[in-house]
């Protein structure tokens, strides 16, 4: 079932009902009043009575997690493989294959496990918020505790919290192409509609997880989380997100390992028959050098590296909404920011007013008052934007309480990001009724007739000293639905926010990582220039900061080239940021967004990365994929650096894992060729793969090269392929050699050749992390990890000891002569010195960083996950008052 689907069917839910009725009807079976809203104690009964409003839960899955483990159809066919070989008499190899199996399987779960709940954890921290009437008042209060009887206020750029009855609608819109896939928005109001009418033609409702676009709106919850329509959806259809580049370079890297474990698995095979060796140690040993080859552990180095990393980002207040974002994160080359908070302080406080001829100071302040969203309050101005927080905080507001007192309003326009305007329609205590515009400076004056020169220079000389600005006008009477309005220029109301303390050092860390970033803002052109030049973000002369008018004129191929040489785009609207991010995206490797309005949204859904902050918008936070719970660069850069390392982490052990492997399974393959019997068997092989894979968790806590740093490496199966096809032979040269020393110097017979090549097959595939970590001299210019060290020496001593162990003789072993260590100690040095003499040639002859192809895919962030939570759910909705039993009509 798909979204789109809802919008041919008529909806038998609770909001539909509610729909058909008027607004009378719907508060009365609801026990709610306009004006006074639930009491908190009567929200707590309610939550209590109909859970927390979720669609869906988000908690780690143990069962879900060993699904994943046991997905694997080697593993399959070993398991039936081993099962067969119990039937025919080799009970002792199958319990031991078995044993192995189960280990490895146990190990990779632990570790996943641990991940998911690491995963789980953050989202708990993720946390959005509705703006509601309790007790009289309004409260901001999580989108979880809302319960159907609340009554929820609605601005520009919610996310609606639940299915909603609309009481007020003022110039309401709402975007529902979530549910419906229409791409227009839908104009909302109260009327009830008839029964029967189609969920696209609610007009009287406001629907969960759709968003409000233009106006605002009081809306009465009648259904929350499963008893929503788009909780009634998400319950039959299939969340899974498209994959992310990281991941779509893990699924090409296991195609290559299948293709050649394939290969090389049917080979030897065949090989085997054709010496008339007996079937089933032939099909067990074959199937043992395909899970050899195979690195079993990667997802769960993947995810341990990932949940680390998470970890130690929620540490410095970085949330991330998948794990894998987090590699998406140190993919980034150019980063688009807003200005306020990022670049800024972000606390905007109100500096002074700057009337018109004919005004006073006082009357600018005192319309800018009326002018303001609804809920605002001296003091309070609860869920107002920072500018009419800001003014509502100034000293003077506090004489204004009579004067603002005596104002009624009587219609409102609430701010459109189009048209930057806000429009009140007041009525004083004489009766006069006027209407008040306020907004972006440029789109007031159009609207006002004789502005004078002295206000034009006045607001040149703001915006040049980077103060925002705000415009305020009036006109006498009910102008406000007038297409163009005669108004008349009161004044301006200046604001500052100035440069954040110490942005400087975090943009120059951000260029040592190579990241280039670039101001996408509504506001002035003149006010972003002074901005970035002071930070030093201007990149020149030739860097001529683009306005949205200058980006229509522009086709897709010259904006991209605009884009490479301008740092500044001011009074872009929220599609044309939208624009600059997807162009971008087709010539770069990595694009990141930060924003957090509801005009960011687009760009956010648009980038590579969406980040966003804990105070934003909530349509904002939905659309990013991290949230910063500081504004602040320097967090983003430590971000980035941990996503780099992550990655970084995961090419060490897919290269060693490659290489080694490969290496291992080739010789394998010739040992075949001229043994009379199996070079070891498949339980030696199957040890060997796992005490190898044991020592490679630890690889997470391995530091990175500065120079890995420095720029953002991708996914290169072509790089990774000739890395296996260089490094794999170089290994099986040492094979080789202890084949020729086990059967002519130690004339071995099968047990102790075997023993032999367990325990150098094992030396070479672990310390050879030591060199591969780093493209440095090992040791002397870089440093592995303690944990790292000492797991693979122990595994390496644990490979050593086994063969003269009691368990030695169980596993087809027997003690190895002390020359033999000896010659194997020569044996790895020789390699080690070989690999590395290698490594300098390989890396001079391949490009340092692999190169990324433009990206034309984005992945799918499902509107669901704002109504998941780390709780349980019950498996239904209990009785209430209502028709239903799902909610009241």
């Known amino acids: 079932m798909t979204l789109t689907t809802a919008v041919d069917r008529a909806p038998r839910s609770a909001v539909g009902r509610a729909a058909t009725e008027s607004v009378e009807a719907v508060l009365a079976s609801l026990g709610v009043t306009t004006g006074h809203g639930l009491s908190a104690a009567e929200a707590a009964q309610r939550r209590e009575a109909y859970g927390p409003n979720a669609v869906a839960t988000h908690r780690a899955s143990a069962l879900a997690v060993l699904s994943h483990q046991l997905r694997s159809p080697l593993l399959l066919l070993l398991v039936l493989a081993a099962a067969a070989s119990a039937l025919v008499g080799e009970g002792r190899d199958a319990l031991i294959i078995g044993v192995i199996v189960t280990l490895s399987v146990g190990l990779g779960f632990g570790n996943e496990y641990r ?57 309401l819109e709402c975007d529902e192409s979530v549910l419906t896939g229409e791409s227009l928005p839908v104009t909302k109001g109260t009327d009830p509609v008839g029964p029967g009418t189609p969920l696209a033609d609610l007009t009287g409702v406001a629907l969960m997880g759709t968003v409000v676009h233009a106006g605002a709106g009081l809306g009465a919850v009648v259904a929350t989380g499963t008893a929503t ?68 552990l990667l997802p769960a180095v993947v995810a341990t590296s990932l949940a680390a990393g998470s970890r130690r980002m929620s540490r410095r207040k970085v949330l991330v909404k998948r794990l894998v974002c987090i590699e998406d994160l140190g993919d980034v080359d150019v980063l688009f920011t807003d200005k306020t908070g990022t670049l800024t302080d972000g606390r905007v406080s109100f500096a002074r007013a700057i009337p018109a001829e004919g005004s006073r100071a006082l009357d600018v302040i005192r319309l800018g008052l009326l002018c303001t969203e609804e809920g605002s309050a001296p003091g309070a101005a609860l869920g107002a934007n920072p500018l009419d927080q800001a003014l509502w905080a100034a000293p003077a507001v506090d004489a204004m ?17 189009h048209t930057r305007t806000m429009s009140v329609v007041v009525r004083d205590a004489a ?233 291992n399974m080739f010789s394998a393959a010739g040992a075949s060729l001229f043994l009379a019997f199996l070079p070891m068997l498949p339980s030696q092989i199957l040890l060997n793969n796992l005490l190898y894979d044991t020592s490679q968790l630890a690889i997470p806590t391995d530091g990175v090269d500065e120079e890995q740093l420095r720029r953002p490496s991708h996914w290169d199966i072509g790089f990774i392929r000739r890395f296996m096809l260089v490094f794999g032979p170089l290994s099986s040269v040492f094979d080789f050699a202890t084949f020729w020393v086990m059967l002519h110097v130690f004339h071995a017979g099968p047990a102790l050749f075997r023993s032999g090549w367990f325990v150098e097959s094992l030396a070479t595939q672990t310390l050879i992390i030591i060199s591969i970590r780093t493209r440095r001299v090992p040791f002397f210019r870089s440093r592995p ?56 040639w390989f890396y001079r002859a391949a490009p340092v960083v692999p190169v990324l192809p433009a990206r034309t895919t984005r992945h799918l962030r499902s509107r669901v996950w704002r109504f998941t939570t780390g709780h349980h759910l019950p498996p239904t909705a209990p009785s209430v008052p209502g028709r239903d039993g799902r909610g009241p009509a």
């Open 431 to 663: 009766g006069a009724v006027t209407t008040v515009t306020k907004g972006a400076p440029e789109a007031v004056l159009e609207r006002c007739r004789d502005v004078p020169a002295s206000a034009r220079a006045r607001l040149a000389a703001e915006f040049d000293a980077g103060s925002r600005v705000v415009a305020v006008a009036t006109a006498p009477g009910r102008a406000v639905d007038l297409p163009a309005v005669d108004l008349h220029l009161v004044g301006l109301l200046v604001f500052l926010d100035p440069p954040k303390r110490g942005v400087e050092r975090s943009l120059a860390r951000l260029r040592g990582l190579g990241v280039t970033v670039k101001l996408v803002t509504g506001d002035n052109v003149a006010v972003a220039t002074k901005v970035c030049r002071d930070l030093g973000l201007s990149g020149g002369p030739e860097d001529v900061p683009l306005e949205g008018g200058d980006l229509d004129a522009l086709d897709d191929a010259a904006l991209a080239s605009a884009i490479g040489r301008t740092s500044v785009f001011a009074r872009v609207s929220p599609e044309q940021k939208a624009r600059i991010v997807r162009v971008q995206r087709l010539s770069t490797g990595g694009v990141a967004f930060l924003g957090d309005g509801a005009n960011d949204a687009l760009a956010l859904h648009a980038a590579d990365v969406g980040i966003s902050v804990d105070s934003a918008t909530d349509v904002a936070k939905d659309a990013a994929d991290v949230i910063l719970l500081e504004k602040d660069l320097d967090v983003l850069a430590d971000g980035v650096a941990e996503g780099r390392r992550i990655f970084a982490n995961t090419i060490k052990y897919v290269l060693m894992g490659t290489s080694s492997n490969f290496g």
């Open 115 to 171: 991940a998911e709940r690491a995963a789980a954890a953050l989202h708990s921290q993720v946390r959005h918020r509705a703006l509601v009437v309790r007790d009289g008042g309004s409260a901001l209060v999580d989108v979880e505790e809302v319960v159907p009887g609340d009554l929820v206020r609605l601005r520009v750029g919610d996310v609606v919290p639940a299915d909603l009855r609309l009481v007020e609608a003022e110039e």
């Open 401 to 417: 309480a009579a004067w603002l007192a005596g104002h009624t309003r009587l219609h409102s326009v609430p701010f459109s990001h």
């Open 785 to 840: 990890s303690v944990p790292l060290v000492v797991a693979v020496l122990g595994a390496l001593g644990v490979g050593a000891v086994l063969p003269s162990s009691p368990l030695g003789p169980a596993l087809g072993f027997r003690p190895l002569p002390m020359g033999f260590f000896l010659t194997l100690a020569g044996m790895v040095a020789a390699y080690l010195v070989l690999v590395e003499v290698g490594k300098t």
């Open 229 to 296: 329509e788009l909780g009634a959806i998400a319950t039959g259809l299939s969340t899974h997100q498209l994959d992310t580049t990281f991941q779509t370079g893990l699924r090409r890297f296991s195609l290559l390992l299948v293709r050649v474990a394939g290969t090389l698995t049917t080979s030897i095979f065949v090989v085997n028959l054709l010496l008339h060796r007996p079937v089933m140690d032939s099909l067990l040993f074959s199937l043992a050098i395909a899970v050899g080859i195979t690195p079993q």
